[in-house]
């Protein structure tokens, strides 16, 4: 661990729309001592997404912005950035988060967005990608952590881990098995970035050392 000594935490908003074991990941991380950070807002589309149960269980606020409340698009993501920002969050997290971001949302937190995927992009983005590998044929898998712009799942690259696909694989194992990669990378990633130590040359994401 890094010498910690003078360094504030780095705020964290969440945006999620299921389940939240990626959120779960972060905020384990974070009272393990492994992240200096905090996530001070969760925000959900989906009013039932177990992720704002999770937020309340540590005592985080957890926000629902369902899209319907809001007359377009563009009004629920001013929704979304008065919520950040109203929290001063400093990095916006993407735990599935099943909605893509506009290019007003992305201009204000620039390069201060990240999200998570199931595949080593570019393979296989968009939805049900442990799916789309395993019928495709591949035998390596894995999860990419990457900066959000304005494509589906293209920005620069930050982190991936690469998973075996077994013949006996079913979606369900090869999800089980990308998901533990993914618990471990994006924790990893946000670190790099609270650390100040990700800089971007082109598409190219370079880690500086230690
Ligand atoms: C993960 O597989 C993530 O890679 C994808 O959506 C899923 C979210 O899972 N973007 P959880 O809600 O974090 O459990």
Redesign the pocket.
């Given at each position: 661990m890094r010498e910690e000594r003078g360094r504030k935490p780095v705020r964290l908003g969440v945006l999620?729309s299921?389940?939240?074991?990626?959120?779960q990941a972060i905020i384990d991380a974070i009272e393990a001592g492994r992240l200096l950070a905090q996530v001070v807002v969760v925000i959900s589309d989906k009013p039932r997404a177990q992720?704002l149960e999770r937020a309340k269980r540590h005592g985080i606020p957890a926000v629902s912005l369902p899209v319907d409340h809001f007359s377009n698009r563009a009004d629920h993501e001013a929704a979304l950035v008065r919520s950040l920002q109203g929290h001063n969050v400093e990095l916006v997290l993407?735990?599935?988060y099943m909605r893509l971001l506009g290019r007003g949302f992305l201009h204000i937190f620039q390069q201060r967005v990240m999200?998570?995927?199931?595949s080593l992009l570019p393979a296989f983005p968009g939805l049900e990608a442990q799916r789309q590998a395993l019928e495709y044929g591949a035998k390596v898998a894995g999860?990419t952590v990457h900066f959000v712009d304005e494509g589906m799942d293209q920005g620069p690259i930050i982190l991936q881990a690469a998973v075996p696909v077994l013949d006996s694989d079913t979606v369900g194992s090869l999800?089980e098995r990308?998901?533990a990669e993914?618990h471990r990378i994006y924790p990893e990633a946000i670190r790099l970035w609270t650390e100040g130590r990700l800089r971007l040359e082109g598409r190219r994401v370079r880690s500086l050392p230690d």
């Open positions: 999620a299921g389940r939240g074991s990626n959120l992720a993407l735990a599935g999200n998570i995927h199931p999860c999800s990308i998901l993914e």
